[in-house]
Structure formats: C-alpha cells, structure tokens
T-cell receptor, first 119, second 111 residues
Framework: QITLKESGPTLVKPTQTLTLTCTFSGFSLSTSGVGVGWIRQPPGKALEWLALIYWDDDKRYSPSLKSRLTITKDTSKNQVVLTMTNMDPVDTATYYCAHRIPPGSIDYWGQGTLITVSS | QSALTQPASVSGSPGQSITISCTGTSSDVGSYNLVSWYQQHPGKAPKLMIYEVSKRPSGVSNRFSGSKSGSTASLTISGLQAEDEADYYC???????????FGGGTKLTVL
C-alpha cells in the first residue's frame, strides 16, 4: 500500500525559504521508473505541477518556478524534500507530494499541507 | 490560465451520463497517451480515476471511462450517483521541460 505524507511549516513570511518534506512508504525510490513529484493548489484554484525527482536522481522543474525550486531525495529515509526560495503571498496553497509511475502518470497523492505566506 | 481547457461546470441527474472534455495542444494531449483524470472532493487530495487515457486503477468503478481524439480528451461518467459530485481535473504529460500540465477543473453537480 503506497502512502505519502507532507510535512513542514504552516506559515512562512514573505521572502523566506519554504522547506517541505514528503515521507512515503509502500515503494522504493531506487526502483527503476519511479518518481516523486510536488504539485500545489492555491485556495479555490487549479492544480499546478512544481517538480519531480526520478529514481536515478534526474530532476525536473516547472519552467516558471525553476529558479526558486530545489528537489532532493534521501532513499534510505524514504523522503523527498522540496525547497522554494523567496516566498510570496501568491505562493499560498496546499502543497501535495505524489508518486509517479512509468511511463508518466501520477497515481497516489499525499493528503496535502496548506502553506500560508503572510507577514 | 491553465494549460488544458475544461468546462467550469457540468451537471446531471442521478442515473444519467455526463462527459467532461479536456482540450490541450499537439505538445501535450495530442502527443502522448498519458492523460489522467482526478476526482477531488472538498478538502481532500485528488484521487486517480483514469490514467493513460482510458485505463482504470483497481477499485475505480467501471462507470468511469476515458477517451481521446486528437488534442481533446474526455471523461465520461455513466449512471451518475450523488457521491460523484466533486471537482474533476485532467492532466497530461507534456514532456520537455514541463512534465505535466493540468486543466482548470470541472465542478460536477449531481442534481
């Protein structure tokens, strides 16, 4: 059974750096073809893909946010970490981590964590 | 503005069928058979209902089906039930630098 869970602060101030951790179980991020990604959803708005890390440590980022994002993995801890710099109130959203299956679909999602950016 | 275009809302009565469209471009929906559909109830995480255009994950009702023609994908829900009332999002693999693009979401109301 695959599960994912996001953790991190609920409130960050503008210009600060956000660090989110995705802790997962039921699969290994060292298995060929597997990936873990991050998607966010502002309140009342649509989903937006942010970043993905593959089993082989290949990393992909949304072009519009690439300069602000870093994704890393710790296979031994079954964790993936996303950092986003220079947070702004428009970054207020629920952030989800999700499991990627080959050849290129997202199946399981975490419960999400609401991040509010406010001074 | 989302990359994929969905109707903002659709509605139907219990027992009826509805179809939600998802229009992309030749760079995403039109190029890959990697369209997924997600159901999202208020305050909940998205749930995968269809992947790779028309495949159903284990446990998803066969009332849900997917198809694609050119750059437009569709989700059909037959035999509408009250529990189907939710937001539905399409997603397509886009390759290149933008791996996935999402639709703006469609609110399904069961009358």
């Amino acid at each position: 059974q695959i599960t994912l869970k996001e953790s991190g602060p609920t409130l960050v101030k503008p210009t600060q750096t956000l660090t989110l951790t995705c802790t997962f179980s039921g699969f290994s991020l060292s298995t060929s073809g597997v990936g873990v990604g991050w998607i966010r959803q502002p309140p009342g708005k649509a989903l937006e893909w942010l970043a993905l890390i593959y089993w082989d440590d290949d990393k992909r980022y949304s072009p519009s946010l690439k300069s602000r994002l870093t994704i890393t993995k710790d296979t031994s801890k079954n964790q993936v970490v996303l950092t986003m710099t220079n947070m702004d109130p428009v970054d207020t959203a629920t952030y989800y981590c999700a499991h990627r299956i080959p050849p290129g679909s997202i199946d399981y999602w975490g419960q999400g964590t609401l991040i509010t950016v406010s001074s | 503005q989302s990359a994929l275009t969905q109707p903002a809302s659709v509605s139907g009565s219990p027992g009826q069928s509805i179809t939600i469209s998802c229009t992309g471009t030749s760079s995403d929906v039109g190029s890959y058979n990697l369209v997924s559909w997600y159901q999202q109830h208020p305050g909940k995480a998205p749930k995968l209902m269809i992947y790779e255009v028309s495949k159903r994950p284990s446990g998803v009702s066969n009332r849900f089906s997917g198809s694609k023609s050119g750059s437009t994908a569709s989700l059909t829900i037959s035999g509408l039930q009250a529990e189907d009332e939710a937001d539905y999002y399409c997603c397509s693999y886009a390759g290149g630098s933008t791996l996935w693009v999402f639709g703006g979401g469609t609110k399904l109301t069961v009358l």
